[in-house]
């Protein structure tokens, strides 16, 4: 409790220095002009950016100032265990920790200082990026343009995205119907976390996948309904959710298509011995070694002589891309699964036949089961990688009507001169949340998929 109290107390006079008195943003009391530190701010340049005379000092200053902090938190925590425990502890070991931990944080936060800025940039109703004078502020990283200026931020870009959406009586009960479904799951992972309930089974876990289950049919059947006609406005951007549907809609239709592909070619190169076996595996290995864009011609050619390119039927266009994406991911997916499946022990397999199963019982009821968790990192990796995928989309779909994510965001940035900076924050923003919902969804199967191959006996 001390250690826990103690962290918490030196992470905020962490950050209370740092905003409040280092960085020279409050004239605090008895702290002039915030450690003097404005007195030695140079004039701002003509894209507004500031200038702070031996700013190295300070910031290496800061980092010093936090190392003694964790030091002193160190020497103050081994001093009390010392204390109950009657041992003699050295305090060192904990102060490297300290060290590496912020370490860590630091590169944590330039990780993900971009996220902040597009986010920020979703909340700018002026759709631009370039601004020749620097935000009116007290605070010095508001003026630096470290930290984003929210005195005018609104939720214009958002709601131009939605602009003319007309949603009928029972797509708002599956929406409200999702909506609950997952802040339950979200709520009971929370409640397991805090009681430190790691088992896959039991009464919170079987609540939280059924709401996990109810969440993915809702929204799926809100997504497969989702029609063009309810998209009235004039203007492109409003047809957001028609792109999300459509992307939905493939991904996920080349991730299943991928699981049954890989299983299949996977099962046979594994389990089977038969002509020309070896020079298969090799020609996989071969044509991973050439980026897809090589075959964009080839892949071209091949819908249109299958009349998959047809404006007029969209759903055609999406069957030749899902077809195009199934087949990138069978070289790769083939050898995954394939190691996979050479890593669990045939006396599985011979054990059902001498039961009386078939081929196909002993693959389908012993070897599926245990290949879930590479099944679902199969189609993770199919459904992430072509979830924002440009090339392909952009060369076998026409009209806006039948636009993926990634050919939406590319609409935002043309013309030299008309590039929405705020649409285009606020779509990828809104774009990457069933992406994050998929993997928290599954983070689990995920890294599984990732360390399996152990033998199974």
Known sequence: MIGRVLTWLVTAGIAAWVVFGYIGGMNLPGVPGGLGLLERIQPNTPFGFVRVENGWVYVVGGLLAVVALILLYSLAITAVSNQRSGRKRSPWPLFGQGVVHMFMWMMLFFAYYPILQIVAASFDPTNSLYRFSAPQSDNLLIRARVIPDFAQANFDNYLKLFDGVVIYAYQWVLLLVSGVALLGALGIAGYRRLKGDTKESGPLATLQSRALITFAVAFFLLIVFLSPEQFTSPNTEAKFLLWIRNTLFVSGLTGVLAVLLTATAG?????????GRYPMLLVFIFVQMFPGFLGLIAIY???????????????????????AYSGGIVSFGTWVYKGFLESISKSLEEAALIDGATKWQAFTKVLLPLSAPMFVFIFLLQFVGTYSEFILANLLLTGSDSWTVGMGLRNFTTGQFQTKWGLFAAAAVLGSIPILLTFYGFQRYFVSGYTAGSVKE
């Open 267 to 275: 099962y046979a190169f594994a389990r089977f011995n038969f002509p």
């Open 301 to 323: 050619t091949l819908m249109s002589n299958l009349g998959l390119l047809d404006p007029r039927y969209p759903i055609l266009n999406f069957a030749g891309l899902v077809l």
